[in-house]
């Protein structure tokens, strides 16, 4: 079964303190927690705005091969997330993401009678800014889950859930996320983008916040407000990722252009940042799957030019992820690297009456790698980030990406046969 979300973004929902509002659950989908303040939860309690917490979208753990989403309401912050999986008469095997499509845990596999316990952590924002103004969504925006009145988990594979955590912690490293659609957290299948894989790899002590959105440039994410309500929030210690060029390509006007005003910008953000005591760090774009003569070239102008060059000037923090996804494209080969991209035959996917041809966006395996050489770009920087990956020792060389083939990804309900803006 597919459907698009439905959720309606609360703009006030934060203005509600928290003594308003709880931000620590306890929830149990079976009777081992019973007595141990968990409150109990069947597979006909749904989601309503009144209770705050419940099976949603028209889904419940009574389908075990099917994916279902649990929601709690809560407002914006942080939240410790500790889930306990198993089931006491069949394996199974749990992916978790949450909000839009946010990847935290995957293929967590589980034997008849046993039960394992896993911690994430989970970014909740809303519009609210603190004097009073507003984030300018898109349209688009309104109606997902990153931005409405609720935390939403999906468990997805052959899913087996017996317990629920969760409460809000002011302790972690926050790693806010500016970009374009190359960043955001996609909501719809087939598309994906870094930014919604790269939580998997980071243990808690770190929680991403993922502010990207299709089709902005770093001037209209100024101009959005976007900037502003990171700047709002942030504290000492956390850092901030720019990586935009795609769209702002396409600015037209006297000071349009890379050594302009997209370096001016660049350096608005940094200044900003550091005066809040936070760590900027710059990527340039991805690039395009742009082949000439079997090799990809490149299609940005002189952007990642511009972009290590600010770096270099402002002694900013770098990840060349141009350098490293044309190393990842070039290895996949020109024709083998549409598998890495929104490259599928038509009906596909409901209502994909013509095939999607896109050279700008990732499917799911493309930005699962790319989040690896992001990962890559943190260590050779030498960012602090790189204390909490899970897996330090592992390291990723885009030009031996993993193979298509291993990669195995539980669809989630929601498509759009839509290209996310900035293509």
């Known amino acids: 079964m597919r459907f698009r979300f439905m959720s309606l973004a609360f703009g006030l929902w934060s203005t509600m303190s928290c003594a308003q509002v709880p931000t620590s659950f306890k929830f ?27 099976f949603d979208f028209n889904t419940s753990n009574r389908a075990e ?143 991403f ?34 990586e935009f060029g795609h769209n702002d390509q396409k600015d037209r006007g006297p000071e349009a252009g890379a050594y302009k005003s997209y370096s001016k910008h660049l350096r608005t953000f940094i200044t900003a940042i550091r005066e809040k005591g936070a760590i900027p760090v710059i990527l340039t774009s991805t690039s395009r799957r742009s082949f000439q003569n079997g090799k990809i070239v490149n299609s940005l102008g002189d952007f990642p030019d511009a972009a290590r060059k600010v770096a270099s000037s402002e002694n900013v923090a770098l990840i060349d992820l141009n350098v490293l996804t044309t190393t990842f494209y070039n290895a996949l080969g020109e024709s083998g690297s549409k598998k890495a991209f929104v490259h599928y035959p038509a009906n596909s996917y409901p209502g994909q009456v013509q095939p999607l041809a896109d050279n700008t966006h990732f499917n799911t395996y493309g930005a699962y790698q790319i989040s690896k050489c992001v990962i890559e770009g943190i260590k050779s920087a030498k960012l602090g980030l790189a204390d909490y990956l899970i897996d330090r020792t592992t390291t990723f060389d885009p030009a031996n990406p993993d193979a298509v083939s291993s990669w195995h990804w539980p669809e989630s309900p929601g498509s759009n046969v839509l290209k996310p803006d900035g293509n």
């Open 65 to 207: 091969d099917r994916p279902y989403y649990f929601s709690v309401a809560v407002p914006e912050g942080n939240y410790k997330v500790t889930v306990t999986l198993g089931n006491k008469k069949r394996a199974a095997v749990t992916t978790v993401k949450a909000e839009s499509r946010r990847l935290m845990l995957e293929a967590v596999t589980t034997k008849a009678g046993e039960s394992v316990r896993k911690t994430f952590m989970v970014n909740v924002k809303d519009r609210s800014i603190n004097n009073g103004e507003v984030v300018a969504l898109k349209t688009r925006e309104l109606t997902k889950l990153d931005w409405d009145e609720k935390l939403t988990l999906e468990f997805a594979g052959r899913p087996a859930l017996q317990a629920i955590e969760l409460s809000r912690v002011e302790d972690q490293v926050t790693v806010y996320l500016a970009g374009n659609s190359t960043v955001v957290n996609q909501e719809d299948e087939p598309w994906a983008s870094w930014g919604q894989m790269i939580p998997r790899f980071f243990k808690p002590g770190v929680c």
């Open 28 to 54: 149990s989908f079976n009777a081992l927690k019973s007595g141990e303040d968990y409150e109990a939860v069947s597979a006909v309690d749904m989601y309503t705005k009144e209770k705050g917490w419940g």
């Open 209 to 242: 916040a993922n502010h990207a959105e299709s089709g902005l440039t770093l001037g209209s994410f100024i101009g959005s407000k976007r900037l502003i309500k990171i700047l709002s929030i942030i504290k000492p210690g956390d850092y901030l990722f720019i």
